[in-house]
C-alpha cells in the first residue's frame, strides 16, 4: 500500500488502537508467565512500544513511575549501540545507563522492517533480587551502588537470535534466586518479542510508512490532547515543597522543592532547588526523577489521554545533577522508584494547586516496607515475608474522599496486597487485626482515604530478623487546599518483657522474638479543600461508619 | 411431550420448544423487567400458538422448562438487591472495602471509590478466631454473638452474610451463628461463606458471600412465583434455572446459591454453542454473540467450554465457577464520538434501547454503529425486524454527519470508520480470550449468533485471520435453544490444609467426601445416571494463580497416584504457559467435584441432503464495499441446504443481516446453516 502524504484520522485511529492493544497483550503475557510473586502478583512490570529516538509510542497502564522511564532507557541503548541486527536483545538495569535503580532489568527486541530497523519493544520488570548486600536490593545501610546488586551497562544478551549463554551465567551467579531471575527473564523476552510479531505483523499490513505517518500523527493529536488540557489552567510561577522524614544515615527533612512555570500550553518544571544528594539509597537516578515528574503531569491531565511521548511534550524538566533528585554517578539509588519519587510528585502537585485546583488531589501515602526472615516451626524451612504494599489511604479531591488501604503514590492501586489466610497458612504470622485505621484520613471539604491498623503476631519459635525500608512516619501525606494531611504511618513492636519500640523507616537488622507483635499503623490519604466545608452529612456518615471516632 | 427453553434478555424474552419428533419452534416476546415473570407467561402463550396448542394443553405436556434470568444480574447491576449485614471475625470487617489493595483504571486519581454492598455500619465484627490449621484460637463467644444479632436487627438488614476467617477449613463458629440467627431472626435470609464458597481466600469467600446474600431473597422471590404462576398455568413437570457455570438446578438450589445465577442468561448461549460444535463437527468454536449494549465473547475449544473463576460483575468479586465469558461493552447501539485530538472513539456509552440509534427516532441524535450500518446500505432501513420498526435513515445520515464534520471527513468514510472501529474492538476482545489462554484464534472458526453479529462477522474474523463463520439458523434465540441440552450439574469444593506433600490418602478422602456429598445432593432431583467429574488446582510452590487441572479417568487407586496428579499438572502448566517446572514443589490447593446429570439430547439429525435448484436474491441494494457495489439480497427462508453463492451478497431474516463480502463464499450446511469461508 503506497503511504499517503497524509494519514486519514481512521487509520491513525486504528494504528493508536492496535498499538495499544500489543503493549496490553504482551502484559498478559508477563503475567502469566512470570515466576516471581513480586510479578506474577503484584505486576511490578511495565510495557512500551518506543522508536529509536526514544520517543514513547504506546504503554500499558501498570506501574506509573515506570512511564517517564523508558525512554531514557531507549537513548541509553541507542548511544551504546549503533550496530543492532535482527534477533539482538539488548537488557540493562543501571541507573547511570538508562536504568531507574537495580532490581528494575530492562529488555528491549528491534523491530525491524525489511533492512530497516524502526520501533524497540520493550519489557521492565522488578527483580525479587538482583545480588548486593542484602536480600532484595532494598539495603538502607548502603553508602554506594556496589552494595545494592549487579550492574548491567546495555548489553546484547542476544546476538542475531542466539543467546549469550556466558552472560546469562553471569548475571544468575550474581543473583541469589538464579532459577526465579531465569524464569522471569524468559518471561520478559517472551512478552517483548511477541511484541516484535505483532508489530511487524502491523508493519506488513499497512506498510511500515503508513504506520510511521500513523505514529507522527498520533503524538501530534496526543500533543495537542494535552495543550488543550493545560491551556485551560491559570498562567504563573508556582512553588511546591516536599520533605522526605530522613535519608537513614542521619539527615532530617530532606527537601524536594518544585518551581513549576506554567505559560499557555507549556510547562516547566524546575528541581534545582532541591538539597544536596544523600549518602544513602534515598537518592534518585536522573531517569527515575523524569518519570517522577511525567508521573505527576499525568495525574493531572486526562486520564484517558494515551501517555505517549506526545502527551509529554508541553513539559520541559530543570534539574542540577549533585541534588537528591539526580544523583552523582556511583551513588546508592534503590528506594528512588519510591522515594523521593513521591516527593517529587508532591512538589509538584502542591505547586500545581494554586493553578489547576479541580485537578489537584490530596496526598496518597508514602511507602513502608517490612521484610521478615526467619524459620517456620511447622516444617523447619527458612522463610521471607514482605510486606509488599503498606496499605496506606489515598488521598482526596474534587470527586469525593480517597480510597482507604489503597497503596502508595507511584503504584496507585496497581499493587496488590496477598490473602490473610494464605498468608498465615505459609507463613508463621497471626493477623489479629487488619481494619482500616480510625482518623487517619486528612480530613477536608472531602476526606483522605483511611490507612490501616495492623496487628501481626510472629508464630515462630526461633528469633527472626526484620528490615524496613520506606518514608512517612513524620510527615503524613499532603493536604491540599486547606485539607489536613493524613496520619503518618506508626509502627510499633510490642514484645513481652520489653518496652514498645517504635519501627524506623529506614532499618536494618531488628531482632524478632517468637511471640513478638507488630503493630502496624499505616497513614491515611490527605484531605481536599477546607474541612469547614465538608457537609454535615459527610461527617455524620464518618462517624456512623466508625471512620472517625468522634463528631468534630 | 414438550421441552421448553425460556431465555430473558434485556429486551426480547426468547423461547424455543422442542417435542420427541425433534421439532423445534422459536418464540419471541418483549421482556418486562420490572418482572420478568410477565414476559415469560406471553411468551409461552406465542409460544403454545406456533405450535398450533393452548398454552394449558402446551404446559400439561411439558416435562421440564428450562430458565435462563436476568434477575440476579439486574438486581446487582442496578442496585436492588437486599439490605445485607455482614458478620465477620471481630478485627476484620472491612475486607470487602479493601479489595486487596487495587483500584481500576491507573491514571484515575479523581473518581472516588465505589459504595460496597455492604456499608461499613452493617458490617459486624464478632470475637471469635481460627487458626490457619482450623482449630480455634479464640471461642465463639456468645454474649457478643448475642449483641451483634441484636444490633443486626436494628439495622433493619432482611439478609445477612455470614464470614469467617479459615472457616472454608472448620465451619462450626459459621454453623453455630447461622442457628442463632435462624432462631433470633427467623425472617432474614441467611448466606454461608462455608456454604457459598468453601474455599481459602477471604477477599473473594466474603464478597462472593455478601453477592450472594445481596441477591438472594429477590432471586428467590421471583422463581418462587414463576413457578407457581407455571402450575397455576397447567405446568406440572420441573423447572430448572441456568446457572452460570452452564448446568441446571431447580428452584431451591438455585435460590440457595443466587450469586451463581448471575451469568444465567449467556450460560445457555454457551450451552447453544456446545451443541453446535457437536452437531457440526467442529470442536473449536470462538461463540460471538454480539447484540445492542454489548457482546459475550466465549471459546469452545476441544468441543468444551472453560471454566473460570475469576467473576467479576458489577464491580463485585464473584469467586464461584463459572462459564468463562467476556462481555464487552461494544454493540449495535454503541454510540461514535470524536475526542479532543479528534480521535474517533466508538463506545464504550451505548444509546441502549431507549433512546437506542438516531434511526430509531426516538429523539437519540447520537450516531451509533447501527446508524453507520445503514448509511453504508447494510441494514435496510424499510425492512428492520421484518419491517415491523422502519428505521429512519435520514436521522442516521445526519448523526453520522456529525462526526464526518468533526473529522473533516465524508459521511460515508465517517461511517466506514465507525464500522472499522467498532469490529477493531471486538476483535481485541476475541484477542484477549484467545490469546490469553495460549489459544491461537486462526484455528477457531467464529459462530455468529444475535441480532447484530452478521453484519460484522466477516470483518472482525478478517482482523483475526479466522477463516471460517458458521451463522445457525438458530442464530438470533441460540440461548433459549441451548439450554434444552443444558445438564444438570450440583459442583462442591474443598480446599486440602496442609504445608507439606499432599498423600495419596488425602486425595482420596478429599475426593470421596465430596463424591458422596455432590452425587447425593443430585440424586434428590434427578433419577437418571450420575457422572462424577473430578478435578484439582493447583500452583507452584511460590505462585499464587493456581490451575485448575481435570482427574477426568485418573485411577484413585493408583499407587503413584500424587506423582500422577502432579505429572498433569506439570502437562497443563507448559501447555497454558510454555514450560513446566519439574524440580518444583507442586501445591495441592482445592479439590473439586461435580455430579453431572446428563440430559438426554434431542435428534441432531440433519434436514434434507441437497436442494437443485439454485438460489435467487430477491433483490439488490447498494452497499459500501470500499466503494458503493449494487449487491444482491438474499432472504435467509430461500437457502436451502446445498446451495452456494459467491460475496458481496447480503442475506437477511427477520431479526438479522449477515453481510458477505467480496470474494468471501456461502455454503448452505445439511442443517440449513450458513457456513462462510473467508477469501
Redesign the interface.
Known amino acids: 500500500m503506497p503511504a499517503p502524504a497524509k494519514i ?3 487509520t ?3 494504528v ?3 498499538l495499544s ?1 500489543i503493549v ?2 504482551m502484559g ?2 508477563m503475567l ?2 512470570s ?3 513480586i510479578l ?2 503484584s505486576r511490578d512490570f511495565s510495557l512500551a512500544i518506543c522508536d529509536i529516538s526514544g520517543r514513547l509510542i504506546a504503554q500499558a ?2 506501574i ?1 513511575v515506570h512511564v517517564g522511564a523508558l525512554p531514557w532507557a531507549t537513548l541509553a541503548v541507542e548511544a551504546r549501540f549503533k550496530d543492532v541486527a535482527p534477533g539482538d536483545v539488548i537488557l540493562l538495569n543501571d541507573p547511570y545507563q538508562g536504568g531507574s535503580h537495580l532490581p528494575d532489568l530492562t529488555a528491549f527486541v528491534p523491530v525491524f522492517d525489511g533492512g530497516k530497523r524502526l520501533l524497540w519493544t520493550i519489557v521492565r520488570a522488578h527483580q525479587s533480587d538482583i545480588g548486593g548486600a542484602t536480600h532484595g536490593a532494598y539495603n538502607p545501610g548502603a553508602t554506594e551502588i556496589y552494595q545494592e546488586g549487579i550492574r548491567i551497562p546495555p548489553i546484547k544478551l542476544y546476538e542475531a537470535g542466539k543467546p549469550r549463554e556466558d552472560l546469562l551465567d553471569l548475571l544468575a551467579l550474581n543473583i541469589r534466586n538464579p ?2 531471575f531465569r ?1 522471569d527473564l ?1 518471561a520478559m523476552l ?1 512478552a517483548a518479542h511477541l511484541g516484535e510479531r505483532r508489530v511487524a505483523k502491523l508493519f506488513s499490513e499497512f506498510g511500515a510508512e503508513t504506520v510511521e505517518a500513523a505514529i507522527e500523527a498520533i503524538l501530534d ?2 500533543e ?2 494535552t495543550r ?2 493545560v491551556s485551560s489552567w491559570k498562567d504563573g510561577v508556582f512553588y511546591g515543597e516536599a520533605l522526605l522524614d530522613d535519608d537513614g544515615h542521619g539527615r532530617t527533612d530532606v527537601k524536594i522543592a518544585a518551581k513549576v512555570t506554567k505559560n499557555g500550553s507549556d510547562i516547566e518544571v524546575d528541581l534545582t532547588g532541591s538539597d544536596p544528594q544523600s549518602t544513602s539509597f534515598v537518592n534518585s537516578s536522573h531517569a527515575n526523577m523524569q518519570a517522577a515528574v511525567a508521573m505527576a503531569f ?2 493531572l491531565i486526562d ?3 494515551p ?1 505517549n511521548t506526545g502527551a509529554l511534550r508541553p513539559l520541559k524538566v530543570v534539574a542540577r545533577q549533585g541534588t537528591i533528585v539526580w544523583a552523582d554517578p556511583g551513588r546508592p539509588v534503590t528506594l528512588c522508584t519510591s522515594h523521593p519519587s513521591n516527593e517529587i510528585v508532591e512538589a509538584i502537585i502542591k505547586a500545581m494547586s494554586a493553578s489547576c485546583p479541580d ?1 489537584v ?1 490530596g496526598g ?1 501515602g508514602r511507602r513502608f516496607r517490612i521484610a521478615i526472615q526467619g524459620e ?1 516451626p ?2 523447619g524451612r527458612n522463610f521471607i515475608w514482605h510486606m509488599f ?1 503498606a ?1 496506606p489511604g ?2 482526596a ?11 502508595e503514590w507511584h503504584t ?11 498468608a ?3 507463613f508463621p504470622l ?7 485505621r480510625p482518623d487517619s484520613g486528612g480530613d477536608g471539604q ?1 476526606r483522605g ?1 483511611l490507612g ?1 491498623a495492623l ?1 501481626m503476631v510472629l508464630e515462630t519459635q526461633k528469633p527472626a530478623k526484620g528490615n524496613t525500608a520506606g518514608d512517612g512516619a513524620r510527615h503524613g501525606p499532603c493536604g491540599m487546599l486547606g485539607g489536613r494531611d493524613g496520619e503518618p504511618h506508626h509502627y510499633r513492636l510490642l514484645s513481652e518483657g520489653r518496652a514498645p519500640r517504635v519501627l524506623k523507616t529506614k532499618e536494618v537488622g531488628i531482632e524478632l522474638r517468637p511471640g513478638d507483635c507488630l503493630e502496624i499503623r499505616s497513614s491515611g490519604g490527605g484531605g481536599w479543600g477546607p474541612p469547614e466545608k465538608r457537609s454535615a452529612e459527610a461527617r455524620a456518615r464518618d462517624v ?4 472517625v471516632s468522634k463528631a468534630v | 411431550m414438550y421441552t421448553i427453553g425460556v431465555d430473558v434478555g434485556g429486551t426480547y424474552t426468547d423461547l424455543v420448544a422442542t417435542d420427541q419428533t425433534g421439532r423445534t419452534v422459536f418464540a419471541k416476546s418483549p421482556s418486562t423487567p420490572a418482572d420478568q415473570s410477565v414476559g415469560v407467561m406471553a411468551g409461552l402463550e406465542e409460544l403454545a400458538r406456533r405450535l398450533g396448542v393452548t398454552r394449558a394443553a402446551m404446559l400439561a405436556a411439558t416435562d421440564r422448562l428450562v430458565h435462563g434470568t436476568t434477575v440476579a444480574t439486574n438486581a446487582l447491576l442496578e442496585r436492588k438487591g437486599a439490605k445485607v449485614a455482614l458478620l465477620t471475625t471481630e478485627g476484620h470487617r472491612d475486607v470487602v472495602e479493601m479489595r486487596e489493595g487495587l483500584k481500576p483504571d491507573r491514571y484515575d486519581l479523581r473518581t472516588p471509590p465505589p459504595e460496597p454492598l455492604v456499608p461499613r455500619e452493617r458490617r459486624f465484627g464478632v470475637r471469635e478466631r481460627l487458626k490457619a490449621d482450623g482449630s480455634a484460637a479464640i471461642a465463639l463467644d456468645a454474649t457478643a454473638l448475642g449483641k451483634v444479632i441484636a444490633e443486626v436487627k436494628r439495622s433493619g438488614a432482611n439478609s445477612v452474610a455470614v464470614c469467617f476467617l479459615h472457616a472454608y477449613l472448620n465451619p462450626a463458629h459459621e454453623l453455630a451463628a447461622v442457628e442463632r440467627l435462624a432462631k433470633e431472626l427467623p425472617e432474614v435470609s441467611v448466606s454461608r461463606s462455608s456454604d457459598v464458597l468453601p474455599q481459602i481466600k477471604e477477599y473473594e469467600r466474603v464478597s462472593t458471600t455478601i453477592v450472594n446474600a445481596y441477591v438472594e431473597p429477590t432471586v428467590r422471590h421471583y422463581l418462587t412465583n414463576l413457578e407457581r404462576s407455571l402450575h397455576e398455568a397447567g405446568f406440572k413437570g420441573s423447572l430448572f434455572v441456568v446457572l452460570s457455570h452452564g448446568g441446571m438446578a431447580p428452584v431451591e438450589e438455585a435460590s440457595r446459591l443466587a450469586a451463581g445465577t448471575v451469568l444465567s442468561g449467556p450460560a445457555g448461549g454457551i450451552s447453544g454453542s456446545r451443541r453446535c460444535a457437536e452437531m457440526l463437527g467442529i470442536p473449536d468454536l470462538v461463540p460471538f454473540d454480539m447484540g445492542g449494549t454489548s457482546t459475550d465473547i466465549s471459546l469452545i475449544a476441544d468441543g468444551q467450554a472453560s471454566l473460570s473463576a475469576d467473576g467479576m460483575l458489577a464491580g463485585q468479586r464473584i469467586a464461584l465457577r463459572s462459564l468463562d465469558i467476556a462481555s464487552i461493552a461494544a454493540g449495535g447501539g454503541s454510540i461514535a464520538s470524536v475526542d479532543g485530538s479528534r480521535t474517533l472513539r466508538v463506545g464504550p456509552e451505548s444509546a441502549g434501547s431507549v433512546p437506542g440509534p438516531a434511526c430509531y427516532g426516538n429523539g437519540g441524535t447520537a450516531a451509533a454503529v447501527t446508524d453507520a450500518n445503514v448509511v453504508l446500505g447494510y441494514l435496510d432501513a424499510a425492512a428492520f425486524m421484518g419491517g415491523a420498526r422502519p428505521l429512519d435513515r435520514a436521522a442516521s445520515e445526519a448523526a453520522v454527519d456529525r462526526i464526518a464534520k468533526a473529522l473533516e471527513l465524508s459521511r460515508i468514510e465517517a461511517a466506514a470508520g465507525i464500522y472499522k472501529m467498532i469490529n477493531l474492538k471486538m476483535a481485541d476482545g476475541i484477542r484477549l480470550m484467545t490469546l490469553r489462554r495460549g489459544v491461537d484464534p486462526r484455528k477457531f472458526a467464529l459462530l455468529s449468533f444475535g441480532g447484530a453479529a452478521g453484519m460484522h462477522a466477516a470483518e472482525v474474523a478478517r482482523e483475526l485471520e479466522i477463516k471460517r463463520i458458521i451463522v445457525p439458523t438458530v442464530a438470533s434465540v441460540l440461548s433459549a435453544w441451548g439450554m434444552l441440552t443444558s445438564d444438570l450439574r450440583y459442583e462442591v469444593s474443598r480446599t486440602h490444609y496442609g504445608t507439606g506433600r499432599i498423600s495419596a490418602d488425602e486425595v482420596r478422602a478429599l475426593f470421596a467426601a465430596l463424591e458422596e456429598q455432590a452425587a447425593g445432593r443430585l440424586r434428590d432431583w434427578f433419577k437418571g445416571d450420575i457422572a462424577i467429574e473430578r478435578s484439582a488446582e493447583m500452583r507452584y510452590g511460590e505462585q499464587v494463580f493456581e490451575i485448575d487441572v481435570p482427574l477426568g479417568d485418573l485411577d484413585l487407586n493408583a499407587a503413584d497416584l500424587v506423582a500422577q496428579i502432579e505429572e498433569r499438572f506439570h502437562c497443563r502448566h507448559e501447555e497454558l504457559y510454555t514450560y513446566a517446572s519439574r524440580g518444583q514443589e507442586v501445591v495441592f490447593v482445592n479439590a473439586r467435584v461435580a455430579a453431572v446429570g446428563k440430559i438426554a439430547r434431542g435428534s441432531d439429525d440433519a434436514g434434507e441432503a441437497t436442494s437443485a435448484a439454485p438460489c435467487a436474491p430477491r433483490g439488490k441494494r447498494q452497499a459500501w464495499l470500499g466503494a458503493w457495489r449494487e449487491v444482491p439480497v438474499y432472504a435467509l427462508d430461500d437457502l436451502k441446504p446445498g446451495h452456494s453463492l459467491a460475496g458481496p451478497a447480503i442475506i437477511e431474516a427477520e431479526t438479522t443481516t449477515v453481510l458477505v463480502d467480496d470474494g468471501d463464499r456461502v455454503t448452505v450446511n445439511p442443517l440449513g446453516w450458513l457456513d462462510i469461508t473467508l477469501r
Open positions: 486519514d484520522p481512521i491513525r485511529s486504528v493508536q488502537h492496535r492493544s496490553k497483550e498478559e503475557a502469566r508467565t515466576y516471581s510473586q506474577n502478583s497502564d501498570h506509573p532459577r526465579e524464569g524468559a517472551g493529536a496526543t495537542q490532547q488543550a488540557v499525568a495525574y486520564a484517558d489521554i501517555k485537578r488531589m496518597w517456620d511447622r516444617n504494599q496499605r489515598g488521598g479531591s474534587i470527586g469525593g474522599d480517597g480510597y482507604c488501604s489503597i497503596g496507585v492501586g496497581g499493587l496488590k496486597f496477598g490473602s490473610i489466610e494464605v498465615e497458612v505459609r497471626h493477623f489479629r487485626q487488619h481494619e482500616f472531602h482515604g490501616v496487628d456512623a461508619q466508625g471512620l
